[in-house]
C-alpha cells in the first residue's frame, strides 16, 4: 500500500521559514511527478509547487519567490522550503504524487498524504 507522510508543520511568525518533508513508502520505483498543495479553512484545496522526476518545476504566483520545492529520487522524499512566510500561507498542507505529467490539477494526482498544519502569525 502506497503511503505519503509529510512532517515539518507548525507554528511561525511572518516572515520566518519553515521546512515540510515528504516521504513516499509502499512502492519500489519513483513517482514521476510530486507536487504540495494546501487548503486554508472555508477555502477549496489550492496547488502550491510541483516537481518532475528530472527536476522541472512548477509554482503557483502566490509563492513564487518565496518557497522551493526538491526531491531526492533515491529516498522518494519531497521538500519545501517556504521562506518569508505570510499569515495568508497558513493551510494544512499535503504531499501529493501522480506517474503522469507535470500538472497542477489536483485531479490528476493519485496518491495524496495526511496533511500538515502551517500556521502563520502577523
Known amino acids: 500500500q502506497v503511503q505519503l507522510v509529510e512532517s515539518g508543520g507548525g507554528l511561525v511568525q511572518a516572515g520566518d521559514s519553515l521546512r515540510l518533508s515528504c516521504a513516499a513508502s509502499?512502492?519500489?520505483?519513483?513517482?514521476?511527478?510530486m507536487a504540495w498543495f494546501r487548503q486554508a479553512p472555508g477555502k477549496e484545496r489550492e496547488f502550491v509547487a510541483g516537481?518532475?522526476?528530472?527536476?522541472?518545476?512548477v509554482y503557483a504566483d502566490s509563492v513564487k519567490g518565496r518557497f522551493t520545492i526538491s526531491r531526492d529520487n533515491a529516498k522518494n522524499t519531497v521538500a519545501l522550503q517556504m521562506n518569508s512566510l505570510k499569515p495568508s500561507d497558513t493551510a494544512v498542507y499535503y504531499c501529493?504524487?501522480?506517474?503522469?505529467?507535470?500538472?497542477?490539477?489536483?485531479?490528476?494526482?493519485?496518491?495524496w498524504g495526511q496533511g500538515t498544519q502551517v500556521t502563520v502569525s502577523s
Open positions: 509502499g512502492r519500489t520505483f519513483s513517482w514521476n511527478v
Open positions: 516537481i518532475g522526476y528530472s527536476g522541472a518545476t
Open positions: 501529493a504524487a501522480t506517474f503522469g505529467v507535470l500538472t497542477t490539477s489536483d485531479d490528476d494526482f493519485d496518491a
